[in-house]
């Protein structure tokens, strides 16, 4: 399972509220990988995900607009590949069901990217958004 660890923290509480909640969402997928849910569980486990990217994503881009964050189009560009992939592998899913090759994809691009994304784009973010006066 995952958790956030110290070198994930932004230190601006929004961000790090919001990257527990993600991780707990993608936990709640995890287990049903584990688990050999039924395809309609896991359906539903990647739409609670998959909204709460959306989410989170808008919600951080928004402070990136208010804060005239001069990384703003980079970062976003990032975001809306992630949920491209994120999307593909959703199609996947429904093409053939809880496979090996789901929870292999799953982990190994769709969580080491979030986990690379926190740690490097999002702490960078993070420093500049606490030195503007909001
Ligand atoms: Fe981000």
Redesign the pocket.
């Known amino acids: 399972m995952l958790s956030l660890t110290k070198d994930m923290e932004t230190g601006v509480e929004l961000i790090d509220t919001q990257h527990k909640e993600l991780i707990n969402r993608i936990n709640n997928l995890l287990i049903t990988g584990e688990k050999s849910c039924s395809k309609e569980e896991t359906q539903k486990t990647i739409d609670y995900l998959g909204e709460y990217i959306v989410k989170h994503?808008n919600d951080?881009q928004g402070l990136q607009v208010k804060s005239k964050y001069p990384k703003y189009e980079e970062?976003k560009e990032k975001?809306d590949k992630f949920i491209s992939d994120f999307n593909k592998l959703e199609d996947e899913f429904l093409k053939n069901g809880n496979s090996i090759d789901f929870t292999l994809k799953l982990n190994n691009s769709l969580i080491t990217w979030i986990i690379k994304?926190i740690k490097g784009?999002?702490v960078e973010f993070s420093k500049y958004y606490k030195t503007q006066a909001l």
Do not use: K, P, Q
């Open positions: 994503f951080e970062h975001h994304h784009d999002d």
